[in-house]
Nanobody, 124 residues
Framework: QVQLVESGGGLVQAGGSLRLSCAAS????????MGWFRQAPGKEREFVGGISWRGGDIRYADSVKGRFTISRDNAKNTVYLQMNSLKPEDTAVYFCAAKNTFLTRTTGNEYDYWGQGTQVTVSS
């Protein structure tokens, strides 16, 4: 069992930056692939990015490539999402997710554990 807690969301102006954190419980965090997803009001949840167990394989949605960076610190049981050059269309609730596998996953239904989400609002 893994529990995930996101933090770092907030209100930021367009062009600004935020860093989200996702802290995981459990001693086997390093064996989990992690993902970030987001859901805007009235829209379906979408993949933002994912990272493999050691960070060697990282994938991003086209909409965030070049602006967002995923990283992880297995010693701290934490995965991060650095978001730069934010746009109003990035406004959403951001969720982290975990799957007990070494390889990166890009679809939500592949993940086993989810956090409660953190709100990111980008003003124009």
């Amino acid at each position: 069992q893994v529990q995930l807690v996101e933090s770092g969301g907030g209100l930021v102006q367009a062009g600004g930056s935020l860093r989200l954190s996702c802290a995981a419980s459990g001693r086997t965090f390093s064996s989990y692939a992690m993902g970030w997803f987001r859901q805007a009001p009235g829209k379906e949840r979408e993949f933002v990015g994912g990272i493999s167990w050691r960070g060697g394989d990282i994938r991003y949605a086209d909409s965030v490539k070049g602006r967002f960076t995923i990283s992880r610190d297995n010693a701290k049981n934490t995965v991060y999402l650095q978001m730069n050059s934010l746009k109003p269309e990035d406004t959403a609730v951001y969720f982290c997710a975990a799957k007990n596998t070494f390889l990166t996953r890009t679809t939500g239904n592949e993940y086993d554990y989810w956090g409660q989400g953190t709100q990111v609002t980008v003003s124009s």
